[in-house]
């Protein structure tokens, strides 16, 4: 039997804007960080903007960030953004993306977010959009701490890389798949698959998809995640409060894959 995978960038493609920033004057609040570096986050915005930042950029915002974050305690993180969490933070996705998943189940495919975000917000999302597999971010920990190293890079050609080992590890058929996603740099990813779709593409990623003739998809109707999909469980809540630090502090790529079994 033949298997079809959907593979999905994760932001700007799934999610229509960045709630991470909600965290910054909480990490302040709590000593983690200084006004300063609270201003650089916001206007980086690193996590959310990697589409639209060139690699010299990118290079420098991940080295910046990877620096601020190193050494940060996680019990400190986890507390100070699961209670921000609760009350601020409510990530907005495309109902459009989430209608998009939610086909692909039907049609028997399996649906894998493939984000240079980080693994602690990536997998809870994935969880609660129902994917079957990740590819994203993660921090190294050593003795309850970050420690700032970066194992894998999940940008562009990684990106691709990750795309055909779960192919050979999963046995998808890439000619029968699909690729979504809002950015230039992904083109490796989209070029892997069948059926590329840029999704609210920019402009260099539009011009590629005219000349290739992959489809453009427009999504407008960002909603409330919680309000969308079920509420996740206690475990996933801490989970993701640790990737909102990370996504604000980090932009440190690691990729990783998680196998998460229908209907768990």
Do not use: C
């Not at 921090?139 to 691709?160: F, H, Q, S, V």
């Not at 059926?195 to 609210?200: I, K, S, T």
Request: no cysteine; hydrophobic share 45%; net charge negative.
């Amino acid at each position: 039997m033949t298997r079809i995978a959907a593979f999905f960038d994760l932001d700007k493609t799934i999610i229509a804007r960045s709630s991470t920033l909600a965290f910054s004057k909480h990490f302040q609040a709590g000593g983690l960080i200084t006004r300063a570096a609270m201003i650089r986050s916001a206007y980086t915005q690193f996590v959310y903007v990697v589409g639209g930042a060139d690699h010299d950029q990118m290079e420098k915002m991940r080295k910046a960030l990877s620096e601020m974050v190193t050494g940060w305690n996680v019990a400190t993180v986890k507390e100070i953004v699961a209670d921000t969490l609760h009350n601020v933070v409510d990530p907005l996705v495309y109902e459009e993306a989430v209608q998009l998943i939610e086909q692909h189940h039907a049609q028997g495919h399996d649906v894998i977010i493939v984000s240079a975000s980080g693994t602690e917000l990536v997998e809870p999302i994935g969880e609660m959009l129902g994917a079957d597999h990740v590819v994203a971010t993660q921090m190294e920990i050593e003795d309850g701490r970050y420690t700032g190293e970066i194992a894998l890079y999940a940008y562009r050609e990684e990106k691709a890389r990750a795309v055909k080992q779960l192919a050979e590890r999963f046995g998808y058929d890439l000619e029968k798949s699909y690729a979504y996603s809002d950015s230039i740099t992904d083109t490796p990813m989209l070029e892997e698959v069948g059926h590329a779709f840029a999704v609210n593409p920019d402009k260099d990623l539009r011009m590629v998809a005219k000349e290739r003739g992959w489809e453009i998809l427009v999504f407008n109707k960002p909603v409330a995640l919680r309000s969308r999909v079920l509420s996740p469980s206690t475990p996933t809540l801490a989970a993701l409060a640790v990737g909102g630090a990370v996504a604000i502090a980090g932009g440190v790529i690691w990729a990783g894959t998680k196998r998460r079994p229908r209907g768990a």
